[in-house]
């Protein structure tokens, strides 16, 4: 039933058509306002997915406002959503214009449904199943698949997962350079509400493989290892298009107060020509653990043979013959699973660790100002 009418002057429509969209504010109510065809529209500024600001979108050419976080339409007057998605509508507010003014009933606006969307399947609460210990792998070095050349940092790492099956661990070995997914386009730069767990770009992208990644480390594996060549002083830029989408992982836990990874274990294999050994690891323990892993003692293992040495073809060489780098990969993968087997006995020891690095945690409000 209508209840009685809240006519609220938002502005001369001669401002107002100026703009096709904007977003107003009508006595605490936020409005997506648009005009075009000599025709305004209102409908609610929050989009039904996770609250976008409408009325900071486009319109596209058949009058459905588009959503700038993930590109969610719904029509610019009457709130429904684009066809097919009608069900799934936002608020649209009576609207007239008097006087030259634009006026907005706040009191009267259309019922916002959300239509239910399956979950995706990586949104499930991270429990670890029953079984032996699961060790992940993940390789991020570059290379032609059609013309493959040795890498030693994939070499040492199948000596560590051959080490973690002996050792009674499933182990499984992801090869980002297998995998064909997006980089990262900045969700979080829009808002760090936008930045979503499953990532916005799985969600909508089913053909991006990123979910392999998520899958391993958010549901299946106790432990991982992931290995990197240097690349100028840096680990691979395959390592960071990856660590670029792990960004939603790390925003659950410093943002969206829940975290995703709980009681498992990071390592890293590090092979270089050249050096900076200090400078990626320091990074990689630092990402990782921001994730919320935590770390054997020696949790990363490195080759390099230093600045003066430009011979590639014997680095790669002393790596493939190295019997110490091999123990010392299969070293690793004991001390991760070790630490990951403490670690699942010990769940419940580790229940509340919530922004325990205070990343993105406000923190004056609690500092008394003695000025
Ligand atoms: S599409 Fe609007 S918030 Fe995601």
Redesign the pocket.
């Known amino acids: 039933m209508d209840r009685e009418a809240q006519w609220i002057d938002i502005g001369a429509s001669e401002e107002l058509s100026k703009l096709p969209l904007r977003r107003v504010t009508a006595k605490n109510t936020a409005i997506a306002v648009s005009f075009r065809d000599g025709e305004f529209g209102a409908v609610s500024n929050a989009?039904?997915?996770?609250?976008?600001p409408?009325g900071e979108g486009r319109i596209d050419e058949a009058g459905y406002i588009q959503?700038?976080?993930?590109?969610?339409k719904f029509h610019r007057c009457t709130g429904l959503g684009e066809p097919g998605f009608e069900e799934d509508r936002v608020p649209a507010f009576p609207l007239k214009v008097e006087n030259g003014r634009v006026l907005v009933d706040i009191a009267n606006p259309t019922k916002r449904n959300k239509k239910p969307h399956a979950p995706h399947p990586l949104a499930r609460d991270p429990k670890r199943a029953p079984g032996p210990l699961r060790l992940a792998g993940i390789s991020t070095t570059v290379m032609d698949a059609a013309n493959p050349r040795f890498s030693g940092s994939d070499h040492l790492l199948d000596h560590a997962l051959a080490a973690a099956q002996k050792l009674g661990a499933e182990t499984r070995l992801i090869k980002l350079n297998d995998l064909k997914f997006r980089a990262c386009e900045g969700y979080y730069s829009k808002s760090y509400r936008?930045c979503?767990w499953p990532c916005?770009i799985t969600q909508m992208d089913p053909k991006d493989e990123m979910d392999r990644v998520y899958e391993a480390l958010v549901h299946w594996a106790d432990a991982i290892i992931v290995t990197t060549p240097i690349r100028w002083g840096a680990a691979s830029s395959l390592y960071f298009k990856m660590v670029e989408r792990l960004n939603c992982v790390q925003v659950d836990a410093a943002s969206h107060e829940r975290l995703l990874i709980r009681n498992k274990v990071a390592g890293f294999i590090i092979v270089g020509g050249q050096d900076n050994i200090q400078g990626v690891a320091g990074q990689m323990l630092s990402f990782f653990a921001e994730l919320g892993f935590l770390f054997p003692q020696f949790p990363y293992i490195a080759h390099s043979r230093g600045w003066s040495h430009e011979d590639m073809e014997n680095n790669v060489r002393i790596v493939r013959e190295s019997k110490s780098l091999a123990e010392g990969a299969a070293a690793l993968a004991a001390r991760c699973l070790d630490l990951a087997g403490k670690l699942v006995t010990a769940d419940a020891a580790l229940a509340s660790i919530e922004r325990g690095g205070r990343k993105g945690r406000p923190v004056m409000a609690d500092v008394v100002d003695h000025d």
Do not use: I, Q, R
Request: charged share 0%; glycine share 18%.
């Open positions: 989009c039904n997915h996770v609250g976008g409408l959503c700038p976080w993930h590109g969610w936008a979503t916005s």
